[in-house]
């Protein structure tokens, strides 16, 4: 029996499988397997982790419980990664009446003795067996989960083919974060907006990136810059244009230091929108 933090348990559950298939309804166990898998293809992985390249998992939840889950920007396109390289599939399904990992010929029990989460394994043939039919039947009749965001891969380096020295600030903001709720204060879209400000962007061009993308859209990435403006965090600087509206500038206001981190754009943004 294994104890321990949700990614920890996750991982226990995964290892050594090649090919999983993961059944919880908990959106801290969703976490924990996007956590697992995702940790095995960051550049800064341990050298020997647990989970193979080639592992692929299969993760089947309730619609409810995966949008609780991915309702963290950070797992989210952790997920949607793990979604291009083929190791990670999510499906839905309306209930769930057990929460285990089926991999290798082993069920692994996702259970909770005295209120603290702990995988159980067992390997008797004929449980495993009926096990595997049932799920992989459910599995088959299950609906893929709709992502609705870019992976973390694509935004970043999408950013970087505009601005290179903006895509190190914004890796630098997201791995510094352990969370980033996709809706409040300081949400992933006004992230993007202060790393903007840091490298002096036009609102224009984050706009058309964003929208590009499919992170957010033009109004939104204004209403962005509306809310870092009214903190004091952000000002604009008018770019008069030949012909038409004049184009904004965005800067960082303020005497403070004129280049922060990534880390340290976080740190402003969610002391000044959050407390």
Request: hydrophobic residues 40%; glycine residues 8%; proline residues 5%.
């Given at each position: 029996?294994?104890?321990?933090?949700?990614?920890?348990?996750?991982?226990?559950?995964?290892?050594?499988?090649?090919?999983?298939?993961?059944?919880?309804?908990?959106?801290?166990?969703?976490?924990?397997?996007?956590?697992?898998?995702?940790?095995?293809?960051?550049?800064?992985?341990?050298?020997?982790?647990?989970?193979?390249?080639?592992?692929?998992?299969?993760?089947?939840?309730?619609?409810?419980?995966?949008?609780?889950?991915?309702?963290?920007?950070?797992?989210?396109?952790?997920?949607?990664?793990?979604?291009?390289?083929?190791?990670?599939?999510?499906?839905?399904?309306?209930?769930?009446?057990?929460?285990?990992?089926?991999?290798?010929?082993?069920?692994?029990a996702h259970v909770s003795v005295d209120g603290e989460a702990t995988v159980c394994a067992g390997d008797d043939e004929t449980l495993c067996a009926v096990a595997e039919d049932a799920y992989d039947e459910?599995?088959?009749?299950?609906?893929?989960?709709?992502?609705?965001?870019?992976?973390?891969?694509?935004?970043?380096?999408?950013?970087?083919?505009?601005?290179?020295?903006?895509?190190?600030?914004?890796?630098?903001?997201?791995?510094?974060?352990?969370?980033?709720?996709?809706?409040?204060?300081?949400?992933?879209?006004?992230?993007?907006?202060?790393?903007?400000?840091?490298?002096?962007?036009?609102?224009?061009?984050?706009?058309?990136?964003?929208?590009?993308?499919?992170?957010?859209?033009?109004?939104?990435?204004?209403?962005?810059?509306?809310?870092?403006?009214?903190?004091?965090?952000?000002?604009?600087?008018?770019?008069?244009?030949?012909?038409?509206?004049?184009?904004?500038?965005?800067?960082?206001?303020?005497?403070?230091?004129?280049?922060?981190?990534?880390?340290?754009?976080?740190?402003?943004?969610?002391?000044?929108?959050?407390?």
């Amino acid at each position: 029996m294994t104890t321990g933090s949700p990614s920890a348990l996750a991982d226990r559950a995964l290892t050594p499988a090649a090919d999983a298939l993961v059944v919880d309804s908990s959106p801290t166990f969703v976490r924990g397997v996007v956590d697992a898998v995702a940790d095995d293809v960051r550049p800064d992985a341990d050298a020997s982790p647990s989970t193979s390249s080639e592992q692929r998992v299969r993760l089947l939840c309730t619609e409810e419980s995966a949008d609780a889950a991915f309702a963290d920007f950070l797992t989210v396109t952790a997920a949607v990664d793990a979604g291009s390289t083929g190791r990670l599939a999510v499906r839905t399904v309306p209930t769930l009446d057990a929460s285990l990992t089926i991999a290798d010929g082993t069920v692994r029990a996702h259970v909770s003795v005295d209120g603290e989460a702990t995988v159980c394994a067992g390997d008797d043939e004929t449980l495993c067996a009926v096990a595997e039919d049932a799920y992989d039947e459910r599995w088959r009749d299950a609906d893929p989960y709709a992502f609705d965001v870019p992976g973390r891969t694509t935004l970043v380096e999408s950013f970087a083919d505009r601005w290179p020295d903006g895509a190190e600030t914004l890796a630098d903001l997201l791995g510094a974060a352990d969370t980033l709720p996709r809706t409040g204060a300081f949400d992933p879209v006004t992230a993007c907006t202060l790393v903007g400000a840091r490298h002096e962007l036009l609102t224009m061009h984050i706009g058309e990136w964003a929208e590009e993308i499919g992170l957010s859209s033009r109004t939104e990435i204004a209403r962005s810059k509306s809310r870092l403006v009214e903190t004091g965090l952000v000002e604009t600087e008018r770019e008069p244009v030949g012909v038409g509206r004049p184009r904004h500038r965005l800067v960082l206001a303020g005497d403070g230091n004129p280049e922060p981190t990534g880390a340290e754009l976080l740190a402003l943004g969610r002391s000044a929108l959050c407390e």
